[in-house]
């Protein structure tokens, strides 16, 4: 049974059984919140959802991370189980979460707040900081994650020569950056401090 953090069951969300071998099986939840593996062979098995890779996916999970049995994502963490051909997912029971959400305030090295910094956690796709320097990433998976910064089109700040891209807690791009934690349900604020350019 697939339920949203309040205990709704919830319908059309993909369902995956990675096996041993990882050739895995997919099913797709019904309207009940209840899934069926077909052709599945018996052996052991992880069992996750995934709310936001399917068309079928209501609007109203689209806000939800991915999750596995036992609440391990990704995938490789998650334990096993045995199933049986046919399975129902009966006592699978995973219920979604929002996650948690990371809060980055960009700023110059006085404190000044800078607009238009695109900020990427664990390098997908940014998101650029307003005028008041601030992004919040949220639905990101509980665990740790890198946070770096394009500073190509920042304005604001006291450096007319704009300044220079990096990762979280002053690592230049290309370093190792350092980890952020990320609990789910809670938001963890960090601030990053640009160097002025040339």
């Known amino acids: 049974m697939i339920t949203d953090p309040s205990g709704h069951r919830v319908g059309g969300l993909v369902v995956d059984a990675y096996p041993t071998n990882n050739v895995f099986v997919t099913t797709t939840t019904k309207a009940d919140g209840s899934y069926t593996f077909l052709g599945l062979a018996p052996g052991a098995y992880k069992v996750c959802v ?8 209501p609007p109203s999970a689209n806000q939800y991370i991915n999750s596995c049995y036992h609440d391990d994502y990704p995938h490789l963490g998650a334990p096993n189980l045995p199933l049986t051909a046919a399975h129902l997912g009966t006592g699978i029971d995973i219920r979604l979460s929002n996650g948690g959400a990371i809060k980055t305030t960009v700023t110059d090295t006085a404190g000044h707040p800078l607009t238009g910094v695109v900020v990427r956690v664990d390098n997908f796709a940014g998101t650029s900081t307003g005028a008041d320097g601030v992004v919040t990433t949220q639905r990101l998976e509980q665990g740790v994650h890198t946070v770096c910064l394009d500073a190509g089109g920042a304005t604001g700040g006291s450096s007319p020569g704009g300044y220079v891209d990096q990762c979280y807690n002053g690592v ?10 990320v609990t789910t349900g809670k938001t963890t604020s960090i601030t990053a401090r640009l160097a002025a350019a040339g």
Do not use: A, E, L
């Open 172 to 181: 230049p791009v290309g370093g190792t950056p350092t980890k952020v934690p």
């Open 50 to 57: 995934y709310p936001y890779q399917s068309d079928t996916t």
